[in-house]
C-alpha cells in the first residue's frame, strides 16, 4: 500500500499527532495551564471517536504499520489509559504550574507512540517506537524538576531502559543477520529451517529479556519500584498500565506471530518467567509500608499471571491476556488515584496514613477498597474475570504446576491488599485534616469503579471483543 493510501487510514493517528503539537503551541499562549490538561482529554475523546475497526487487516507504510483488529484493541486501550492519566493529572498538587501545559502534551506524544508500538510487526519499526516511548517514559517521570528523588529514578530508568534496548537489539540484529529479513511474518517462514533453530533460540531470549523490562518482568523488574515510588504519581499509575499492556501486545505479536512454530521452546520459559514474577512481586510486597511501592511490586505480581495466559498459548489463555490487561488496567489506575486524592491530604504516602479512612471518607475507602478487591482476583469485579481465564487456559493447556504457583500467590497478594483495607477500618485515624472534594478526581474515580463492576457483572461484550481480537 502507498504513502497516500495508508494516510487514508492513519486519519485518527494523524488527528492526535496534530492535537499533541497543538497543545505544544498553546502552551505559550495560555495562562491557565489546565485548560491545556481539557484540550487533551478532548483529543483524546475525539480519536476514540475517529478510530474504526479495520474491515481486513492492512499493512500500512510498506510494512510499518499493522492495522488489525489486535492493533485496534489496543489503539482504544491506550487512548483510554491516556485520558484518564490526564484526568487525574489535574487535580495533581506537585504538578510544577509553569511546566503544565507541556506536561499534557508529552502525554499525547505517548498515545501516538504506544500506537505505533502496538502496530509494529516491522523489527526496525518496533525499535524505533519502543524508543520512542521509553525517551517520552524518562522525561515524565523526571518531570518534578525540584523534586532529587525524582531526577535520580529518571536516570536509573534510562540507564536500565538503555541496557534492556542494547539487549533486544542484539537479538533482533541476529535475526536479520539469519533471515535478511526485519518483517515478522517473513522471519518465521525462514528461520523454521534446522539450521537457524538455535540462532532464532538465542533471539528469542534476547528480546524476552528487552520486552521483559517494559512489562517489568522478573529477573528484568528491578527498575520498578524505585521509579513508581518517586515518579509523579500521575506518571507512576500510567507506567504500571500503559507501556505494560502495550509491552504485553508487542511480546503477544512476536510470540505469536514470529515464533509460533517453536511454541513447545518457548512455553517452559514463560511458565518459568511467570512463577518467578508472580513470586517475587507478592513477596516483596508484604513488607512494603509505601503504598506506591507496595503497587510497584502488586503491578509486578499482576505481571506474571499475565504470562499465565501467554505461557498457555490457547484460545481462552491468549484471550485471558487482552481481558486481564483491560482489567488490571481500570483496576490500577483507579487504585492510583485513591492514592493521589489521600496524597493532596496526607503529604505522603505511607500506608500506616491511610488509619481511619474508612470513617474519615466513606467513598474513598469503599473506592479502594473495589479496587484492591479487583486486583485479589475476588468477584464480582474485573479482577475476578481476568484471573478466571488465564487460570482456565493454564488448566486447558494441563499446566498445572502454573496453577497452583498461582493459586498460592493469589493468597499471598490477598493478604497484603487487606492489610490495607484493615487499616482503612480497623485502626484508628492519625490525621484529622478535612478530606478535600477534586471534581476530576471524584469523577475518574466513579468512572474506573462503574467500569470494574460492570465488567465483573456483564463481561460478555468485552469477552466478546476480545475473541475477535485474539492473533492465534
Not at 500503559?242 to 511480546?251: E, H, M, Q, S, T
Not at 474485573?382 to 498461582?406: D, H, R, T
Not at 457483572?457 to 492465534?472: A, D, G, R
Request: glycine share 8%.
Amino acid at each position: 500500500m502507498t504513502i497516500a493510501d495508508s494516510l487514508r487510514y492513519f486519519v485518527p493517528e494523524i488527528f492526535l499527532l496534530s492535537g499533541a503539537f497543538l497543545a505544544l503551541m498553546l502552551d505559550l499562549f495560555i495562562k491557565n495551564k489546565k485548560a491545556i490538561g481539557f484540550f487533551a482529554i478532548l483529543i483524546l475523546i475525539l480519536t476514540l471517536y475517529l478510530a474504526r475497526t479495520p474491515p481486513v487487516p492492512m499493512d500500512l507504510f510498506f510494512g510499518f504499520f499493522r492495522l488489525d483488529v489486535f492493533t485496534h484493541f489496543f489503539r482504544l486501550t491506550a487512548l483510554g489509559i491516556l485520558a484518564v492519566t490526564v484526568l487525574i493529572s489535574l487535580s495533581y498538587k506537585p504538578l510544577i504550574k509553569s511546566y503544565e501545559g507541556e506536561y499534557y502534551s508529552l502525554l499525547l506524544f505517548m498515545a501516538f507512540a504506544l500506537i505505533l508500538m502496538a502496530a509494529s510487526t516491522n523489527l526496525l519499526a518496533l525499535f524505533l517506537h519502543i524508543e520512542f516511548v521509553s525517551i517520552l517514559s524518562y522525561l515524565l517521570v523526571g518531570f518534578l524538576k525540584n523534586d532529587a528523588r525524582s531526577k535520580e529514578a529518571s536516570m536509573k530508568y534510562l540507564l536500565f531502559g538503555s541496557l534492556a534496548s542494547g539487549i533486544m537489539l542484539y537479538g533482533m540484529s541476529l535475526l536479520f543477520g539469519v533471515t535478511g529479513s526485519l518483517d515478522l511474518e517473513t522471519i518465521r517462514s525462514k528461520i523454521i529451517d534446522p539450521p537457524y533453530f538455535m540462532i532464532s533460540l538465542i533471539s528469542l531470549f534476547l528480546l524476552l529479556a528487552g520486552l521483559g523490562f517494559k512489562i517489568s518482568m522478573a529477573p528484568f523488574h528491578m527498575w520498578a519500584p524505585d521509579v513508581y515510588e518517586a515518579a509523579p504519581t500521575p506518571i507512576a499509575a500510567f507506567l504500571t498500565v500503559g507501556p505494560k499492556a502495550i509491552g504485553f501486545a508487542v511480546l503477544y505479536r512476536v510470540l505469536m506471530v514470529g515464533f509460533g512454530w517453536m511454541a513447545w521452546k518457548w512455553k517452559p520459559l514463560l511458565i518459568f518467567f511467570s512463577i518467578l514474577t508472580m513470586t517475587i512481586g507478592n513477596i516483596v510486597a508484604i513488607s512494603q509500608g509505601n503504598i506506591k511501592r507496595l503497587l510497584a511490586y502488586s503491578s509486578i505480581a499482576q505481571a506474571g499471571y499475565i504470562l499465565m495466559g501467554l505461557a498457555a498459548a490457547n484460545e481462552t489463555g491468549l484471550s485471558g491476556v487482552l481481558i486481564y490487561l483491560l482489567a488490571y488496567t481500570l483496576t490500577n489506575l483507579g487504585a492510583f488515584t485513591v492514592v493521589i486524592y489521600a496524597s493532596n491530604v496526607f503529604g505522603n504516602d505511607l500506608i500506616e496514613s491511610y488509619a481511619g479512612l474508612g470513617r474519615r471518607s466513606p467513598f474513598l475507602a469503599a473506592a479502594l477498597t473495589f479496587f484492591l478487591i479487583s486486583l485479589a482476583g475476588l468477584p464480582p469485579f474485573a479482577g475476578f474475570i481476568g484471573k478466571f481465564f488465564v487460570f482456565s487456559g493454564a488448566i486447558e493447556a494441563k499446566q498445572y504446576g502454573l496453577a497452583i504457583a498461582a493459586t498460592l500467590n493469589s493468597a499471598v497478594a490477598a493478604f497484603y491488599y487487606f492489610k490495607i483495607v484493615r487499616q482503612m477500618y480497623l485502626v484508628a485515624p492519625t490525621h484529622h485534616e478535612p478530606m478535600t472534594r477534586s471534581l476530576p478526581l471524584s469523577l475518574a474515580l466513579v468512572l474506573l469503579s462503574a467500569g470494574i463492576l460492570l465488567f465483573g457483572l456483564w463481561p460478555n461484550p468485552v469477552i466478546e471483543l476480545v475473541k475477535s481480537s485474539i492473533l492465534i
